[in-house]
């Protein structure tokens, strides 16, 4: 794998992480 592609996948995690914590509400309507 390419690093920039693993650090991004990673970084996209996270962020959706930090979204469902924060708006769990929200995420599970989206979802």
Same mark, same amino acid.
């Given at each position: /794998? %390419? &690093?920039? +592609?693993? !650090? #991004? /996948?990673? *970084?996209? =995690? =996270? #962020? &959706?992480?930090? $979204?469902? $914590? +924060? *708006?769990? %509400?929200?995420?599970?309507? !989206? +979802?």
């Amino acid at each position: /794998f %390419d &690093n920039q +592609a693993v !650090e #991004l /996948f990673i *970084k996209c =995690a =996270a #962020l &959706n992480r930090m $979204i469902q $914590i +924060a *708006k769990p %509400d929200s995420y599970k309507v !989206e +979802a």
